[in-house]
């Protein structure tokens, strides 16, 4: 239940710059309004609880859209909650209208009932300095009491003004009464002044302005001062509103030029949101740094003050959809790349199988062939999944291990039976440095191409040191063909001798 009204307190609409609430999460938008709703004076500010809802029914509405529509059933309960805030509020302000309605009717029935004691002092045939008491205790009423209907306004205070000039009349019978009133009331009009004049140096303008209108509203309630004071207590006034009224304004018209220099700064970011959100990017680490911008373009986003509220909510609008439209397409990437990788990882598990099959081969040339084949392979293909990428890797890399392993035994072995040849029987120079050649440079094809494939994750020690061991058997190698080359020339001069 609420308060039940106190007429010294039945305002209007309390007249405030409504907050800009895009931006805003559902929960915080929820939260927000639990605190509006328990504010002190939420029942003269529906202007603010229209706007939250305005936005958490629009932010509800762009993350449904998000969603598949079997999913959207998980902001059933955030909907849910706020609809019961938001109906408990509807709820209190009919019932505070209500009241307010109803109080509004009686402080009609009040100043009605006011005129007519002021109608029947009129009346009367007594001297006006008796009469004069009552005046003013009619006088106190009426200001004590509070608003009336809007459409009943301008009637009453017409009606009852009228009276108040015809008494005023009547009391210029008795100067000195008259007089009397005139001083009280110049001096309850100087205080105004005085009151006025002190907001002039209130630099709250939107403050200074309200507490001017409760001013003039008390200068109207006012009776008249002595003639010769009349225009110059009213130019004192006059001034002090003029002043408080050009601020007012002023405040205004440099509020609208702030709004559109954000509506500007605004403006500029969304560009750039857009034309990130145009880029074509294929790359993972791209779509991670352009991410970072765009987080760094919202921060900046939210340190610019409103725009209009004409085109507030365009320009967030705007905003939004270009964010919106480049994580809708960063989604759509990872979506396609995670089934890509997913193919990347069949395609190397079958590379896998075949190199654990062709590992036993001795086949040694053909086999080579083929890994060197696989290992190509492998390069092509793109990236699997980061949590199986280490495992695969390191099943292809076993096997290539295993084979070249045993070919190298393989190698070494039939090195060793060319020696025991060497030793059972007279080969020539030529044919023993032409054996050694071939050995050398299929050792050679090996390594190169083993330092190729198994570079990434090795240390760099270890490559610097399998390049000394290339470059040193490219130089046997050079040496031995220079020998070959000699032999056959000194062969070839021999027969022509």
């Known amino acids: 239940m609420i308060e039940k009204v106190n007429p010294e307190q039945i305002n209007e609409e309390i007249q405030s710059e409504v907050a800009d609430y895009s931006g805003k999460s559902l929960s915080e938008l929820s939260e927000l309004f639990q605190q509006f709703a328990t504010s002190a004076e939420r029942l003269q500010n529906s202007k603010e609880a229209e706007a939250l809802k305005s936005a958490f029914y629009k932010t509800l509405a762009k993350e449904k859209e998000k969603l598949e529509e079997s999913a959207q059933n998980v902001f059933d309960a955030v909907e849910e909650n706020f609809k019961a805030l938001y109906t408990a509020f509807k709820k209190e302000k009919a019932e505070y209208m209500k009241q307010l309605d109803a109080q509004k009717e009686a402080n009609l029935k009040a100043k009605q009932a006011v005129i007519e004691d002021l109608k029947a002092l009129l009346e009367k045939d007594e001297d006006v300095t008796a009469t004069f008491p009552a005046f003013r205790d009619i006088q ?41 009133d005139f001083k009280k009331n110049h001096e309850a009009k100087t205080e105004l002044c005085k009151k006025a004049e002190e907001l002039t140096q209130n630099e709250n303008v939107i403050e200074a302005f309200r507490e001017l209108q409760k001013l003039h509203d008390a200068w109207k309630d006012l009776g008249p001062v002595a003639k010769q004071y009349r225009e110059e207590i009213w130019e004192n006034f006059k001034a002090s509103t003029a002043i408080i009224n050009k601020k007012y304004q002023a405040y205004f018209e ?35 740094s352009l991410s970072k911008d765009i987080e760094a373009i919202q921060a900046e986003w939210r340190k610019i003050g409103f725009a209009t509220k004409k085109e507030n909510q365009k320009i967030y609008d705007r905003f939004r959809a270009a964010c919106d439209k480049f994580y809708e397409r960063k989604r759509e990437f990872y979506s396609e790349f995670k089934n890509d990788m997913e193919e990347n990882l069949q395609k190397k598990l079958a590379i896998c199988v075949e190199a654990e099959e062709l590992k036993l081969s001795k086949e040694w040339k053909k086999a080579t062939d083929r890994f060197i084949q696989l290992q190509k392979e492998w390069k092509e293909i793109g990236a699997v999944p980061r949590k199986k990428s280490d495992a695969v890797w390191k099943r292809f890399r076993a096997a290539c291990d295993e084979f070249f392993a045993e070919k190298e035994k393989a190698m070494k072995a039939q090195k060793t039976r060319f020696a025991k040849k060497t030793s059972e029987r007279v080969v020539s120079e ?29 240390a760099n020690a270890l490559l610097d040191s399998m390049r000394k061991g290339i470059d040193s058997a490219k130089k046997e190698l050079a040496e031995l063909e220079q020998k070959i080359r000699e032999m056959e020339a000194a062969k070839q001069e021999k027969k022509e001798e």
């Open 140 to 180: 106190n009423r009426w200001r004590e009491i509070g608003a009336v209907p809007v459409q009943a306004v301008r009637d009453i205070n017409q009606t009852y003004h009228l009276y108040v000039e015809q008494f005023y009349d009547k009391l210029d019978i008795n100067r000195e009464l008259r007089d009397l």
């Open 430 to 458: 030529k044919d023993r440095l032409i054996a050694k050649y071939r050995s050398l440079e299929q050792e050679i094809s090996t390594k190169e191409n083993n330092i190729l494939f198994f570079a990434t994750g090795t």
């Open 254 to 288: 440099g509020l609208k030029e702030e709004q559109a220099a954000n509506l500007e700064a605004k403006a500029a970011l969304c560009e750039k949101v857009e034309a990130i959100a145009e880029q074509e990017i294929e790359d993972s680490k791209l779509w991670n």
